[in-house]
T-cell receptor, first 118, second 113 residues
Framework: AQKVTQAQTEISVVEKEDVTLDCVYE???????LFWYKQPPSGELVFLIR??????QNEISGRYSWNFQKSTSSFNFTITASQVVDSAVYFC???????????????FGKGTKLSVKP | DSGVTQTPKHLITATGQRVTLRCSPR?????VYWYQQSLDQGLQFLIH???????AKGNILERFSAQQFPDLHSELNLSSLELGDSALYFC????????????FGPGTRLTVL
């Protein structure tokens, strides 16, 4: 079955702390995609990163980094030196692709609410 | 700005009523997905249209329907509304590549009183 688990419901840190958001997924497919989206208090869903199942390279973008490990079915997200503007709900999502890209709906985790205090 | 537009931003209506939510995808995107975000169910996939054709259904109630028009905009119709239909409804569009990312509109917040 397809499933995304974000075990951390809420995390609170003080500014400049590093924080890691956990994501564990389940899928039957060998080809799939993993995503992180950010939902700030204003409510929109902002795309952060996409990873395909064949690319286990870790990625760093500024203060953000992602660690993808197929062996543990995890796709964790780390924010280094957190800032107040990072306060948001973060969603991990899974997409199982068919050839032709005609499907690919997202299966979301429940989200992790991150609060960064000054 | 994702390039996906949704109207209206907010909608307040009464039980038993019918509403239509509208979504315009990013220029060139053929796929439109609809999602519902509620406190108890989280973010759930409702339905997917590709170039005017329905391609997949998720947890969409029979009271809900959608369509995608020749200009690629999509509408989600919700009828016989119940209190539990109060939620944030998102549409997302995706490019034609098999692995393209879904970009979300700002959402429509529906309140059923």
């Amino acid at each position: 079955a397809q499933k995304v688990t974000q075990a951390q419901t809420e995390i609170s840190v003080v500014e400049k702390e590093d924080v890691t958001l956990d994501c564990v997924y389940e899928t039957r497919d060998t080809t799939y995609y993993l995503f992180w989206y950010k939902q700030p208090p204003s409510g929109e869903l902002v795309f952060l990163i996409r990873r395909n199942s064949f690319d286990e390279q870790n990625e760093i973008s500024g203060r953000y980094s992602w660690n993808f490990q197929k062996s543990t079915s995890s796709f964790n997200f780390t924010i280094t030196a957190s800032q107040v503007v990072d306060s948001a709900v973060y969603f991990c999502a899974l997409s199982e692709e068919n050839y032709g890209g005609s499907q690919g709906n997202l299966i979301f985790g429940k989200g992790t609410k991150l609060s960064v205090k000054p | 700005d994702s390039g996906v537009t949704q109207t209206p931003k907010h909608l307040i209506t009464a039980t038993g009523q019918r509403v239509t939510l509208r979504c315009s995808p990013r220029s060139g995107d053929l796929s439109v997905y609809w999602y519902q975000q509620s406190l108890d169910q989280g973010l759930q996939f409702l339905i997917h249209y590709y170039n005017g054709e329905e391609r997949a259904k998720g947890n969409i109630l029979e009271r809900f329907s959608a369509q995608q028009f020749p200009d690629l905009h999509s509408e989600l119709n919700l009828s016989s509304l119940e209190l539990g239909d109060s939620a944030l409804y998102f549409c997302a569009s995706r490019g034609t590549g098999g692995a393209d990312t879904q970009y979300f509109g700002p959402g429509t917040r529906l309140t059923v009183l």
